[in-house]
């Protein structure tokens, strides 16, 4: 049974806004960078620990892919792969994963 891709209120967010940020200053780089999430959220399933864990949590269960420059963080559930949020690269990460 393939696992199912649930994405948190802020991810969806952050994608948005990040497309749209994009999208003002070039509509046809943003339709490319949409691809780009699509494709790699969509294959995560099929390998879900393909993505390193995050630095600096080592955590197992949370995991982060990259479409340059954006990280996706994600985490792993028994039936379900959540995306926790994304994030451009250079940002750094909260001191504490569960204000991701």
């Keep these: ?3 199912q891709i649930r994405w948190s209120l802020r991810a969806a967010q952050d994608l948005e806004e990040l497309l ?3 999208e003002e ?3 046809e780089a943003a339709v490319r960078l949409a ?3 699509r494709s790699l959220i969509l294959g995560m399933p099929e390998h879900p ?3 390193r864990m995050v630095s ?3 955590r197992d269960d949370l995991r ?4 340059h420059p954006y990280r996706i963080v994600y985490r792993l559930h028994r039936e379900a792969i959540e995306i926790v949020c994304i994030m451009h690269e250079a940002r750094q ?3 504490d994963p569960a204000d991701l």
């Design 1 to 3: 049974m393939a696992l």
């Design 64 to 67: 982060e892919r990259f479409v």
């Design 49 to 51: 620990r393909l993505g």
């Design 35 to 37: 691809d780009r999430f």
């Design 93 to 95: 990460l909260p001191d």
């Design 20 to 22: 749209d940020l994009v």
């Design 25 to 27: 200053d070039a509509p």
């Design 56 to 58: 600096p949590y080592s």
